[in-house]
């Protein structure tokens, strides 16, 4: 049986804050495992909506990747909570697109639970999400800003934005040209297996 421990103490908004919640959990999972609480039983919740700041949560929101350090599977609970209704001026009952855009992020995260309200749009944003991140082979931090990652996973994040739109035309203008041995490969690897998919691929060269 899991047992969850979801992080509910008053936090103050700081540049930290994500750091200061993971501390506290750490706390608690020693407690849990020192109380007889299986540590392969945990799940770890960091609380959004839950002694924290409108501000707050969306710092939370921004690191949910960094729970992952915990080393227990992640339970993300942002459905219609106060702070998508703060950022979109919205009531509890309009706030499904709000819920969606967080689900995505803790599919980008990694996080391994969430507990929604609206079931049946959350699992349709979950697989396409999940299906477009596995499409291209893209493992990122969301937290990480996109002009500090490298050329190569730049050139993954655009593809994957345009599959989302179901294209079946890919123009790369010199995709090779910034990268490296490696990424080179997994890119060409990559072009191949959408061509297979049925997805048109050119590539220009100004050589």
Do not use: W
């Amino acid at each position: 049986m899991p047992y969850i421990l979801m992080h509910d103490g008053t936090v103050p908004t700081t540049p930290d804050i994500a750091t200061r919640v993971l501390a506290e959990l750490t706390v608690a999972i020693q407690r849990a495992v020192d109380l007889g609480c299986p540590r392969a039983s945990i799940v770890v919740d960091p609380g959004v909506g839950f002694g924290k700041d409108a501000a707050g949560n969306l710092v939370l929101l921004r690191e949910l990747a960094r729970f992952r350090e915990l080393g227990s599977p992640v339970l993300l609970g942002a459905s219609r909570k106060s702070t998508i209704g703060r950022v979109l001026d919205l009531p509890p009952e309009e706030r499904l697109e709000g819920t969606l855009a967080t689900t995505v992020l803790g599919v980008a995260a990694r996080v391994d639970i969430v507990r929604v309200h609206d079931v049946r749009a959350n699992l349709r944003a979950i697989r396409m999400a999940d299906a477009m991140l596995k499409k291209v082979g893209l493992a990122v931090n969301p937290a990480a800003k996109i002009k500090d990652l490298g050329v190569g996973k730049q050139q993954l994040i655009e593809i994957a934005k345009a599959l989302s739109k179901n294209v079946k035309l890919l123009i790369l203008d010199e995709p090779t040209a910034a990268l490296n041995e490696t990424d080179s490969d997994n890119l060409l690897a990559l072009l191949r297996g959408l061509k297979q998919q049925g997805v048109t691929c050119i590539m220009i060269s100004h050589k």
